[in-house]
């Protein structure tokens, strides 16, 4: 009997557990471990609530979790109920796949003023992780700024453009629905310190702006290449810039109907944030782009704004006893292997770029090494004790697992807690999850 452990029960833990569970059948026990006492990681409190088709790829997770050789023990802590080396002591190979759940930081001065937040804390608000449910951003001005022009800022400036009724079908929490309701927010500023041609959004996702209720894109056609330059383009690189061209080409007539301007403010470098207490406004150095690389021309200027959500990229939490690589915000790697039976998948090996669907070739790869590292014998000696060991351990302890049974139970009280079209309503602290399951 091999003996895996599997850190985090997002996409990339899943997509591991599923390798493991077709390469040695019945002869594999895996346990996917996760802090929460809920599993899907990202799918449940990274993915925008209102595109539940994407969040459905959690049926092809739940159809390994239900594998009599796979378990999922939530509400276990690594490093705190249980340190890295006792893992490693009980089970073969050890799989992080604790994505990157923290903010980077712009480094800039005034971040630390009020209403200015990181998007791992902002869409956790709104989707009700329990680290942020309780954040409550002030949506009562007329100006927001979001920083990047990634797809995670096309999230946040879409979801704070919408109006109640775009929100039917969604999971949004309540509480989040509530206070958008409430909000003033009148323009949105999208700041992107390169052109279009750097544009990170992808176009599917883009293209949803042009169809919001009350909010209607903005692009400065100044800021647009020539468009027989787009033809060197990747195909999909292209249809985003297509989109902005687009966006670039809305009436004012239209714009001057919409209640929400959504403003694209490229080759705009963050410089500081100003404020007294609260954040007031955002100072940007206009760029222009050379060899790829925003460069500075020293004009500056600034951007009114009452909220900032910075939508720049992640790092993932360093463990104890376990390599770091601090610049790239990941555990230090050599193609997924960290020590002798460590290993790490997803955006805890990668960073955080790609699609969900990135981590499945990630979870299968980590398995093949896993693999070779066995038949060379190098993961030590064999007889470890996986899960039996740590059942032992945790009962000594007093760790209050919460099995992937509880979790149905959580499910079907969160789905009865709905609103009307509503999948669920998520409950956003770790003691009413953990109630729940009774
Ligand atoms: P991202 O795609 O890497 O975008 C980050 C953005 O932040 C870029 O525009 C980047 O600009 C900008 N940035 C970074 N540092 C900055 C700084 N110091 N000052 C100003 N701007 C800065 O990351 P993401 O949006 O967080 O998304 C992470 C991954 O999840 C991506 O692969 C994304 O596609 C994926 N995702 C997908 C979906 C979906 O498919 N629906 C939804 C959400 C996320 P530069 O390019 O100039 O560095």
């Not at 800022?153 to 979801?159: E, G, K, N, P, Y």
């Amino acid at each position: 009997m091999r003996h895996i452990a599997i850190i985090g029960s997002g996409p990339a833990g899943y997509y591991t557990a599923e390798a493991a569970h077709k390469q040695w059948g019945d002869d594999v026990q895996v346990d996917v471990f996760d802090r929460l006492p809920v599993p899907y990681g990202l799918i449940r409190t990274g993915v925008a609530p209102d595109h539940q088709s994407i969040k459905a790829v959690s049926n092809r997770y739940e159809k390994t979790a239900l594998s009599d050789n796979v378990r999922f023990v939530g509400n276990v802590m690594i490093g705190q109920d249980v340190s890295m080396g006792e893992l490693r002591e009980l089970y073969d190979a050890v799989v992080l796949a604790t994505g990157a759940p923290n903010d980077r930081d712009l480094g800039l001065p005034g971040e630390d003023l009020g209403n200015v937040f990181g998007s791992a804390e902002f869409v956790g608000w709104y989707n009700g992780h329990p680290q942020f449910a309780g954040l409550d951003p002030d949506l009562s001005g007329k100006h927001a700024v979001v920083v990047g022009m990634g797809n995670v800022a096309l999230d946040v400036a879409r979801i704070l453009a919408k109006t109640e009724a775009e929100f039917i079908g969604s999971d949004i929490v309540s509480h989040a629905l509530g206070a958008l309701k409430a909000s003033n927010i009148e323009k949105i500023t999208i700041v992107a310190r390169r052109g279009p041609y750097q544009v990170a959004m992808t176009p599917k996702e883009l293209g949803e702006l042009a169809h919001l209720a009350r909010a209607t894109p903005r692009v400065d056609p100044a800021d647009l290449p020539d468009q027989a330059d787009d033809a060197i383009l990747e195909p999909g690189l292209r249809k985003s810039v297509t989109h902005l061209r687009s966006f670039a080409a809305i009436p004012e007539s239209v714009h001057a109907d919409a209640a929400i301007e959504i403003y694209f403010d490229l080759f705009a470098s963050p410089k500081a944030l100003l404020g007294s207490g609260q954040v007031e406004a955002i100072e940007v150095e206009r760029t222009i782009v050379e060899n790829g690389r925003a460069v500075g021309t020293g004009e500056t200027y600034t951007i009114p704004t009452d909220l900032v959500v910075t939508c720049i990229g992640y790092h993932t939490s360093p463990i104890p006893d376990v390599p770091f690589e601090e610049r790239m915000g990941r555990f230090a790697n050599d193609s997924g292997r960290i020590l002798t039976g460590l290993y790490c998948v997803g955006w805890a090996r990668r960073g955080p770029t790609g699609t969900i669907g990135t981590n499945r070739p990630d979870g299968y790869d980590i398995v093949e090494k896993i693999v070779e590292d066995m038949t060379a014998g190098k993961l030590g000696r064999a007889n470890k004790q996986g899960r039996a060991g740590f059942d032992i351990l945790a009962e000594d302890r007093g760790i209050d697992i919460v099995t992937f049974r509880d979790w149905k139970k959580i499910e079907e009280a969160e789905a009865v807690a709905a609103r009307e079209g509503a999948p669920r309503e998520k409950f956003v602290d770790v003691a009413a999850m953990i109630k729940a399951r009774h």
